[in-house]
């Protein structure tokens, strides 16, 4: 062959193989190695080689940890993303843990309510409370954090934040199915006095401060503080007038944290490293959002001209105090053996009242204002939502490893226990109606919207595990690598559950009151009042008022009342504090002897104990093969274990039980990929590149429960709960594409594209938007939700040296992310009903009934199925930043940025049933600017 020829032949099969590599199809960027064209043969605009190892010519491959050991992630087997502080300031994360989803594709976390959930790659789970746990596992410093609500504003003065995508059951342990989130605070330096401070302000009356300071003392010890700081008003606006309503909206934030951090390293041999932390979280809460209305009219979210105008009547509270201190002690006997022990504490006392809104009533809409003011007597009503939860967790592991040159290995302990108390009441001027048919002359009042008071008192959590890892090096190119690990989990819930009814004398309130009730209203107007500024329920663990006489049947002749402390007594018990206006407790202690105070309860006593108990195996078994320095070539099986738990007793109608506990969920993830450096020219590119399938057994689907009282008196009379079905089974096939571009002129791009086909698997699930029917309905080939099938990610950046006086060099980012449609439940939103012979159907959403009861709707009209949609269409995010670096070593930066550029508005999470649609929204376009130091 000529030399003209072979180099015309060399450079077709170069383009040909750079073509499939950038499908994942080969490696083919390397495999011609052998073959290759000299400089001389081919152009260098189409030379595409294996970078060298030449440090001039590698683009950064950062140090994870998710092997539980310090790694390249390109010599990883595995999909993970790591960002350094640096990387999450200019790529607009800020301090809002939300945001991460912004920069990992694939990736949703939403608040509710307080408590963060996290889904990813179609897997997570909507309910993370004492007995559901989170299908994402969240890890500070490495240490496990088993409820996402103790996280806070952790990315102050942090090393690094590390997303690993597919399941981690060996590795990382216990619900860790979908991945894990670890959160890696920077460590104090020995021998080194540095500090920085940065301050910053933006939209929304935004402030942000935070101060470290490193501090030596003597060769062998050193301390780290960090103080963190930052306000915000709330980007929320009401409906209604302020001059009726100035109360502030929900979505304003008050935070400060502490951290401070010790290091002691005596001898190359031993380490501790001792953190503890502090954070007070202050806010006006985040209740989500009633779209039902909204929808059923025909306005979509983003269909509004302003989202984030809503109507409420009262001024939400939120308030969460986290504490935590944790230790890493590690002795290196030699290589081959080393010891490491991990401990932690860590306490959260947490407390919500959600802003007061009219039932279904969210946002501003055209035609919205009937219904707002079509009842002008409830528009001072106080009638909200509270919940307070507390936990308490101790881990402790005591993990072995090693490094002997061929062997890495990892072998440990894995002790995990939780106490848990919590309460939950809808409270408010309660439900009053004509009680005639219990006795002539009487009107009844009812606190027992959203289940009644429902209480959990000194419920536990136990989680045991030994585990084993290990990665051998076959050869000077292949790796095998394998792991087993065994879990044992024991919950307890030990329960309460309470529901009011009183029967008062309809003469009663005009003698209170000096005003006759309104009749005319529905419910009927008493000019009673509950739950006023001030108001505060008894905190979970500390209820007064003795145990409750609970009682049986729906009429005097039926009514069965068992033993128990004076039943008015046990109501008022449950409260702490009346607010300013309240009247209840007057009325009823003054009125005592002529008010029947008439206890239910979901559970036979009052209480429940419940206890679950399982144990699972997760295992993972692979290779890495370097083809040469540069590529690594891997593929895996491995599992993870979402554990399972206990759901509140509830009876239908009929007088079945729903089940009381629920499995564990199962995957199996099977994974294959590249990961690579190479030269296109003189331009250094990296392509990683995978496919995986999963496959999801025993799907946990979480769904609102209405499960009505045998009275018609009273439509808001429901047992309304989240409930836990292993109801599906699901797989997902996926394809990852991921890298960078080191460009000339200090241009840096970064690019991943996650494509996911989630679909569901020979699954029927009770349909809960069927209201009394009940019906079963088959979801085979619905989407999972929170689930977009194409996720995409391009970050653009550049760093220009200027070196001109004391301004070192500017930077600027660009950040887009692409979200294709989703769903936010499991129907995706199609309707059920029934044929005439009594069989399910698919129907229109929109001719499904739904439960207008006792919402505005004679304000407008009532609503229709399509209340009940759940889509979400797709949309595009941009964050910018841009900053000037002064002095030398860049000790000073100034900087702007814009999170949320276009203003895109969607919804995170949906609650769905026959009555309600919940949503909740993104943040709104956020900027400002910040100034830091450093020395």
């Known amino acids: 062959m000529s030399r003209t ?69 390109q010599k990883y087997a595995g999909t993970i993303q790591s960002f350094s502080g640096e990387d999450l300031t200019k790529l607009g994360i800020n301090t809002d843990f939300r945001n991460l989803q912004a920069v990992v594709p694939g990736l949703q976390i939403t608040r509710q309510e307080g408590k963060y959930e996290i889904f990813l790659r179609g897997i997570g789970a ?215 022990f991990n401990t932690s504490y860590r306490k959260y006392e947490f407390d919500n009242r959600n802003a007061s809104r009219e039932w279904q009533l969210g946002p501003v809409y055209p035609g919205s204002e009937r219904e707002a003011y079509h009842n002008p007597e409830r528009l001072a009503w106080y009638d909200t939502f509270y919940q307070s939860d507390k936990s308490s967790s101790t881990i402790n592991e005591l993990r072995f490893f090693g490094d002997t040159g061929k062997l890495i290995w990892s072998a440990g302990l894995f002790n995990y226990e939780e106490k848990y108390d919590y309460t939950s009441w809808d409270v408010g001027n309660g439900y009053f109606g004509d009680c005639d048919w219990w006795r002539p002359g009487t009107v009844c009042g009812w606190q027992d919207g959203l289940g009644g008071e429902n209480r959990g008192d000194d419920s536990k959590v136990e989680s045991n595990a030994v585990y084993g890892d290990f990665s051998f090096a076959a050869t000077d190119s292949l ?26 004398p309809e003469e009663l309130f005009q003698q209170f009151t000096g005003q006759p009730i309104n009749t005319a209203t529905n419910p009927y107007t008493t000019g009673l009042v509950l739950g006023s500024p001030g108001f505060q329920l008894a905190p979970p663990g500390r209820r007064g008022g003795g145990d409750p006489s609970i009682c049986t049947g729906w009429s005097p002749a039926e009514l069965r009342c068992g033993p128990g402390a004076n039943s008015l007594d046990y109501f008022l018990g449950g409260i702490q504090n009346f607010g300013a206006q309240d009247n209840w407790s007057q009325f009823l202690t003054r009125n005592r002897d002529q008010i029947d105070v008439i206890v239910r309860s979901d559970f036979p006593g009052g209480k429940s104990v419940d206890v679950y108990e399982d144990s699972y195996v997760d295992w993972r078994v692979g290779f890495e093969y370097d083809l040469n320095p540069q590529v690594m070539l891997y593929g895996t099986v491995s599992t993870g274990t979402r554990s399972g738990g206990i759901n509140r007793p509830l009876l239908l109608n009929d007088g079945s039980a729903l089940a009381p506990t629920f499995e564990p969920e199962e995957l199996t993830s099977y994974e294959a990929g590249i990961k690579g450096d190479y030269l296109w020219g003189e331009t250094p590119v990296r392509l990683n590149a995978s496919v995986f399938y999963y496959d999801y057994q025993n799907k946990v689907l979480q769904n609102l ?72 309905v088959p979801l085979d080939g619905n989407r999972l939700p929170n689930t977009s099938k194409y996720n995409a990610n391009l970050s653009l950046s550049q760093t220009i040296d200027i070196g001109r006086g004391a301004l070192n060099s500017f930077d600027w980012t660009i950040n887009l992310t692409y979200r294709s449609d989703y769903y936010l439940t499991a129907f995706n939103s199609r309707g059920f009903g029934l044929d005439a012979a009594g069989n399910v159907i698919e129907i229109p959403l929109a001719d499904m009934p739904f439960n207008n009861g006792s919402n505005p709707a004679a304000g407008g009209g009532p609503a229709d199925g399509m209340a009940m949609r759940d889509d979400v269409g797709g949309f595009t995010t941009v964050n910018v930043s841009a900053g000037l670096n002064f002095g030398e070593d860049s000790q000073f930066r100034i900087d702007g940025f814009v999170s949320n550029l276009t203003d895109e508005v969607y919804s995170g999470k949906g609650f769905v049933n026959n009555a309600t649609n919940i949503r909740y929204l993104n943040t709104p376009r956020m900027y400002g600017i910040r100034f830091s130091s450093q020395f």
């Open 479 to 504: 790796r095998l690598i394998g792991g087993v690990r065994y879990t044992r989990d024991k919950k307890t819930a030990r329960e309460s559950n309470v529901k009011y009814q009183f029967v008062i």
């Open 705 to 776: 429960i209405d499960v009505p009282a045998p009275t018609p008196t009273n439509p808001n009379a429901t047992s309304r709960q989240v409930f836990n079905d292993n109801a599906a089974n699901a797989s997902v096939l996926g394809l990852e594409l991921e890298g960078r571009v080191g460009l000339p002129h200090g241009f840096n791009l970064g690019y991943n594209f996650t494509y996911l086909d989630a679909t569901f698997d020979d699954s029927k699930v009770l349909d809960t938007r069927s209201g009394g029917l009940g019906l079963i």
């Open 5 to 73: 020829n072979r180099a015309s032949s060399n450079q077709q099969r170069h383009l040909l193989t750079v073509a499939l590599a950038s499908f994942g199809l080969c490696n083919s960027w390397t495999v011609w190695a052998a073959d290759a064209p000299t400089a001389q043969d081919t152009p260098a605009a189409a030379s595409v080689e294996a970078a060298p190892t030449s440090a001039a010519h590698e683009l950064d491959a950062v140090q994870v940890t998710g092997n539980r050991r310090v790694q390249s992630i």
């Open 126 to 340: 909507a309910d993370s409370d004492f007995s559901s746990d989170p299908s994402v596992a969240t890890y500070y410093n490495g240490i496990y954090l088993p409820r996402p609500r103790s996280i806070g504003p952790m990315f102050f003065d942090v090393d690094r934040i590390e997303v690993n995508k597919g399941p981690q059951g060996t590795v990382r342990g216990r619900n860790a199915t979908g991945g894990s989130i670890n959160v890696i605070s920077k460590r104090p330096e020995l021998g080194v006095t540095s500090g920085g401070l940065k301050v910053g302000a933006g939209n929304h009356d935004f402030t942000t401060a935070e101060g470290v300071l490193n501090l030596p003392i003597g060769d062998t010890f050193a301390l780290r503080a960090a103080l963190f700081d930052e306000e915000r008003s709330s980007y929320i606006k009401n409906g209604y007038p302020s001059s009726l309503f100035p109360a502030e909206g929900p979505g304003a934030l008050d935070n400060q944290a502490a951290r401070l951090s010790m290091l002691w390293e005596p001898n190359d041999k031993f380490s501790a490293y001792v953190m503890l932390d502090k954070v007070s979280e202050r806010g006006t809460g985040d209740p989500g959002l009633f779209a039902e209305r909204g929808l059923a009219a025909g306005y979509d979210i983003d269909d509004l001209s302003d989202p984030f105008r809503q109507y409420f009547r009262t001024q939400g509270k939120t308030s969460n105090d986290i504490e935590g201190v944790a230790g890493t002690f590690t002795y290196a006997f030699n290589d081959a053996v080393s010891v490491e």
